[in-house]
């Protein structure tokens, strides 16, 4: 490949800015990494914040290919890759952060730890919208909680990114999943195999005794943080119970939670591109969601709504809105 060859991409140059669509130089493969031809990129609500300069735990330095998830296929490998090929489709959470290049663009160099084949019974689409969403899951319900069959699972925000992939894995585990959301999501919650609590008409107290008959649930994932974390707290069950959250930044108080003699732990899915330990495990994971897919246990939900390259600050402004209605991707190459 042409050591000047372009490509297209998204480019951010200034926090709170519309992207600029542009050409850039394309990168090449390096020892351990593989050249992806991306054909969509998945939006998550970080992705939202780093463009709005309110993420600075993500390291962005601009101007910057934004875009944390990908779904692709392999263009060439650098030297020492031997798990793909050229012609093989991937998927993985990338860059976009840190000052890796991410997935706003026809093409990233990306360490192929973090990949994964993708599943075949999906659709590009589909396959980007799991990464982040389905390692954040994982992460939390499996290397955290070890949730495992017979326990009552509640997920706070069960129709959410993070939430109803939790919801599925949790199921796929064993487990008897509880979901809250509110009455307009209860569908959704339902239809992915949880039990839906409205937690605008229930109370913790209501919910905890009307499900666990007021002994607490086994394992909490909260995926709201603020108030929502501090009722994970009081749900938890006694002496059993483990809370895990993906916001758990803010001020609380640990006694509802001590008083029960609960644990808690917190996940912070980023840190394997921000510190470049423990990228092969990002890879593990998404084998097994390959697995849980294809053996059809998971799908993601997709907003309908199509964008591209020139398109991606639309993309942004529906999330902001809150009007998306499933993930959101932006298809890159055709």
Not at 14 to 40: D, H, N
Not at 51 to 78: F, W
Not at 213 to 236: E, K, N, P, Q, R
Not at 306 to 312: E, G, K, M, P, S
Request: proline share 3%.
């Amino acid at each position: 490949m042409l050591a000047n060859a372009v490509m297209k991409a998204a480019v951010l140059e200034s926090y709170a800015e519309p992207f600029k669509y542009t050409e850039i130089s394309r990168p090449i493969a390096k020892q351990g990494e593989v050249l992806v031809r991306i054909k969509a990129s998945g939006v998550n609500p970080l992705d939202i914040k780093i463009q709005a300069g309110k993420a600075d735990h993500a390291r962005t330095k601009l101007p910057a290919v934004l875009g944390i998830d990908l779904a692709g296929v392999v263009e060439s490998v650098g030297a020492s890759v031997e798990s793909f090929h050229v012609g093989d489709e991937v998927y993985g959470m990338t860059g976009g952060i840190g000052g890796i290049q991410g997935s706003l663009a026809e093409f990233a160099a990306v360490d192929a730890d973090l990949l994964a084949l993708k599943p075949q019974n999906l659709m590009m689409r589909e396959a980007a919208a799991l990464p982040l969403i389905f390692i954040t899951a994982w992460e939390g319900l499996v290397d955290k909680a070890n949730t495992r069959e017979g326990q009552k699972v509640l997920i706070q925000g069960g129709s959410g990114g993070v939430g109803h992939i939790a919801v599925q894995l949790a199921r796929a585990l064993g487990a008897s999943v509880f979901a809250t959301g509110s009455a307009s999501n209860k569908r959704i919650i339902e239809g992915f195999g949880a039990t839906a609590i409205d937690y605008r008409t229930m109370t913790v107290e209501q919910y905890v005794a009307a499900h666990t008959d007021g002994l607490g649930f086994d394992v909490i994932y909260d995926t709201a943080g603020g108030a929502t974390l501090d009722a994970s707290f009081a749900a938890a069950k006694y002496y059993e119970g483990h809370v895990i959250s993906i916001l758990g930044w803010g001020k609380h108080s640990l006694a509802p939670l001590s008083f029960r003699a609960a644990t808690y732990s917190g996940v912070f899915t980023l840190l394997p591109l921000l510190t470049g330990k423990g990228r092969a495990h990002h890879g593990e994971i998404l084998r097994e969601a390959t697995k849980l897919i294809e053996a059809g246990k998971l799908k993601p939900n997709l907003d309908s709504r199509r964008f591209n390259l020139q398109t991606v600050q639309d993309a942004y402004e529906v999330i902001e809105s809150c009007q998306a209605r499933g993930k959101i991707i932006v298809d890159i190459t055709e």
